[in-house]
């Protein structure tokens, strides 16, 4: 078992919510379970550079953080230590900082490092452990992509937001018989708008892992208008690979308002668009990402505990398993377009504009 006295949390890549769950969890289990002193680490591994700016974190500043969205350790999806860019007599200079950041860390007493992040946080993490920093993984992602845990936290809360924000369009939409866009996040992989889609019942839904044609989506619409529904709710995950015939379009802009000017051009129908954005990482996490955020802090602490250096906690068959960093890295976890969820769409008469 390795002697541990104090560890480091920090935050890196976008937030999501559920971040303070983990972490109040993680400085409970460490201060209650184990007598560790923990030690916060602000922005990501930017933190490691000045750290000064770290803060020792008691139960004390962790009391009533649990609904929190965002991080109280702030975060940034710019700090890589490796590919450090300043600006150097006006020129933009790339640095690895990388043994400065570790040293640091001892600096500050740190034994261990808990990273909490998505798939760009933990190849930074696999490499720091590499070069002999102790780390350990948490992952983290509205975007629920990554391969090696079944169900990132973040993902449950956007999706209710998501969800709440179809069924808004919903009422709107069929008011003024007009087709709806929402663009919806996900990176490249397709699963928010692929699940707040079915769950806000909309009709059509693109993704990046199914190509799709413009045409086909405005026969749709002509065949939900041929039996009366005078109006379509369109769900657009923002990684979708644009046609080639919206790519002529090429307007600087966001995929919802190419695909929106698209339909409304070629179904000459009346089209509105809503782009989702941030607020699908915003707000207060659902309970499922409460329960999971703390499940994974603890994980987190105990890992640290049994030596478990360069390991990722993670969920599998409902259970808190880990994984080694450099298996869970790399590769992205995407909606299988023959899967289950998406014939189950297919099923009730969901169009994927294939
Ligand atoms: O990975 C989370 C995510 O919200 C993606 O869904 C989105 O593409 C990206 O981050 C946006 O990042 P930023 O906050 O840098 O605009």
């Not at 999501?16 to 109040?24: D, E, F």
Request: glycine content about 12%; some cysteine; charged content about 20%.
């Amino acid at each position: 078992m390795p002697n541990i006295r104090c560890i480091g949390i920090c935050t890196g890549g976008g937030d999501a919510p559920g971040l303070n769950a983990v972490i109040r969890a993680a400085v409970k289990a460490a201060i209650l379970k184990y007598k560790w002193k923990v030690i916060g680490i602000p922005d990501g591994f930017d933190g490691l550079i000045w750290p000064e700016k770290s803060r020792e974190l008691g139960l004390k500043d962790v009391s009533g953080i649990l609904p929190r969205g965002g991080t109280i350790l702030g975060t940034t999806n710019r700090g890589n230590p490796f590919h450090y860019k300043t600006i150097e007599n006006g020129k933009e200079v790339i640095r690895d900082i990388s043994d400065e950041v570790i040293a640091n860390s001892h600096k500050l007493g740190i034994d261990a490092v808990i990273s909490i992040g998505g798939d760009g946080s933990q190849k930074i993490a696999l490499e720091l452990f590499q070069k002999g920093l102790q780390i350990v993984g948490v992952p983290k992602t509205i975007d629920n992509d990554l391969c090696a845990t079944e169900i990132t936290f973040g993902f449950d809360t956007a999706l209710h937001t998501a969800t709440d924000a179809i069924d808004k369009i919903h009422t709107t939409a069929e008011s003024h018989h007009r087709v709806m866009v929402i663009e919806l996040m996900g990176r490249d992989a397709g699963w928010i708008a692929l699940e707040a889609g079915i769950a806000g019942g909309a009709h059509v839904i693109l993704i990046p892992e199914i190509p799709f044609s413009l045409q086909r989506i405005c026969d749709y619409v002509a065949e939900r208008e041929s039996y009366g529904k005078r109006f379509t709710i369109v769900v657009v995950a923002e990684g979708i690979k644009l046609p080639s015939e919206l790519r002529q379009l090429s307007r600087a802009g966001a995929v919802g308002n190419l695909i929106g000017d698209g339909i409304a051009l070629t179904a000459h129908k009346e089209v509105r668009v809503s782009v989702l954005g941030h607020i699908q990482r915003g707000g207060s996490p659902s309970p499922f990402d409460r329960i999971l955020g703390t499940r994974f802090g603890v994980a987190a602490v105990d890992l640290i505990a049994q030596g478990g250096f360069g390991k990722m906690v993670c969920l599998r068959n409902a259970r808190i398993e880990s994984v080694h960093i450099a298996d869970a890295v790399g590769q992205l976890r995407t909606v299988d377009p023959q899967g289950e969820l998406v014939r189950t769409a297919r099923a009730i008469g969901i169009c994927f504009g294939d």
